[in-house]
């Protein structure tokens, strides 16, 4: 586990401006200040990954996440804050102001309220939802461990902290609840 030390750099490296990597339910995941437009370039650049598919939010709480939503249901915000499902990304509509390079083409925005604790607890000590996608280069293998996100990115400037991804086998799965139907 990381000491206090290393999760203010890690905060301290968010709020600078770079790309972190900290461990997630399933992989090791790929982070910035989503309201940092010149960090999120650097990471679809890191990922080569195009900005039209937009990214994920994880938030330690739904306030963190509110900013960028339009209103919801209580019967849609009630399934949201049900820890006990699997881990579960939703597509939820996105407040006209939030930026195109975190909703992509789409009018929604994929968001998690995170379950792993030490992403949780970073969320928490930035105080803000952060972009999370996988530690790895578009179309590649996801990274399991902070020594190969370290080997693959610390080298390129991303700021990376230790602990252990979760027990999840897969990503999480991404529900519309509108429409209940799962993308992934």
Known sequence: MPSAWQKRRFVESLYGGKVVAYPTESVFGLGCDPLNPMAVLDLLKLKKR?????????????????????S??????????????????WLLPAKESVPT???????????RLTQHPLAKELCELARTALVSTSANVAGCEPLKTA?????KFQALGVHVIGG???????????IDPFSNKQLR
Not at 50 to 70: D, E, T
Not at 101 to 111: F, I, Q
């Open 164 to 174: 252990r991804v979760g027990l999840a086998k897969k990503p999480s799965r991404i």
């Open 50 to 70: 195009g900005q039209h598919k937009g990214l994920i939010l994880i938030a330690s709480r739904f306030s963190q996440l509110s900013p960028f939503l339009k």
């Open 72 to 89: 919801l249901p209580e019967s849609i915000k009630s399934r949201i804050h049900n820890g006990r499902q699997e881990p579960t990304t």
């Open 147 to 151: 020594h190969q996100a370290r080997l």
């Open 101 to 111: 390079w975190l909703t992509g083409e789409h009018e929604t925005l994929a968001v």
